[in-house]
């Protein structure tokens, strides 16, 4: 197992574009989460699945964000009529939840995909 | 609600000197809390966590972080840098239930000088 990947590395669209990501998982984690960091922050928490449920969604995530998990395994994110504050970095990271507990004690992280809107 | 304050944007810091990264969180509940280091163009990297019991963590590259929940401090200390530290570091709270969803620190850029 490689670790979390996400595809692409970079994307640069002109606003108004429809743009969509992809997040690969560690296969045997059941948690996967969406981040979004901007110049000079920490990540900010988007959404979160469990298997294939969104169970969180962040206020940041307006209207024109969405994201799905089929079948538990990888990730998408969309966003729609991008804007140029939608630049950023989008991270994925997954975690295995303890079934007995449900706790985790950490994320692994991919490397990110970093959109550029002009 | 919970948050993070890392104070210092930018450490500069010469060689084989000793750094501390300061981080202070505010949580009515309690937190599970993490340092991760994040090298250019890359993700975000585990550096340390601590969950219960010893309040000093120990990272396998040299770095260690002490928890202080009386001043809700998870500082970052490492007694010799090296170049190859130069990264941005990020403290980090989740909730001990729930989401486990974590709420960063704007991070900390540590720069080391040769």
């Known amino acids: 197992d490689t670790g979390v990947s996400q595809d692409p590395r970079h994307k640069i669209t002109k606003r108004g574009q429809n743009v969509t990501f992809r997040c690969d998982p560690i296969?045997?984690?059941?948690?996967l989460y969406w981040y979004r960091q901007t110049l000079g922050q920490g990540p900010e928490f988007l959404t979160y699945?469990?298997?294939?449920?969104?169970?969180?969604k962040s206020r940041l995530l307006s209207d024109r964000f969405s994201a799905e998990r089929p079948k538990g395994s990888f990730s998408t994110l969309e966003i729609q009529r991008t804007e140029q504050g939608d630049s950023a970095m989008y991270l994925c990271?997954?975690?295995?939840?303890?079934?007995?507990?449900?706790?985790?004690?950490?994320?692994?992280f991919g490397s990110g995909t970093r959109l550029t809107v002009v | 609600a919970q948050s993070v304050t890392q104070l210092d944007s930018q450490v500069p810091v010469f060689e084989e000197a000793p750094v501390e990264l300061r981080c202070n969180y505010s949580?009515?509940?309690?937190?599970?809390l993490f340092w991760y280091v994040q090298y250019p163009n890359q993700g975000l990297q585990l550096l340390l966590k601590?969950?219960?019991?010893?309040?000093l963590v120990e990272s396998i590259n040299g770095f260690e972080a002490e928890f202080n929940k009386s001043q809700t401090s998870f500082h970052l200390r490492k007694p010799s840098v090296h170049i190859s530290d130069t990264a941005e570091y990020f403290c980090?709270?989740?909730?001990?239930?729930?989401?486990?969803?974590?709420?960063f620190g704007t991070g900390t850029r540590l720069k080391v000088l040769a």
């Open positions: 699945f469990q298997n294939e449920a969104q169970l969180e």
């Open positions: 990271a997954s975690s295995l939840a303890l079934r007995r507990t449900g706790a985790n004690y950490g994320y692994t």
């Open positions: 949580s009515s509940v309690s937190v599970y």
């Open positions: 296969s045997e984690h059941n948690r």
């Open positions: 601590y969950l219960s019991g010893s309040t």
């Open positions: 980090a709270v989740s909730y001990t239930s729930g989401t486990y969803k974590y709420i």
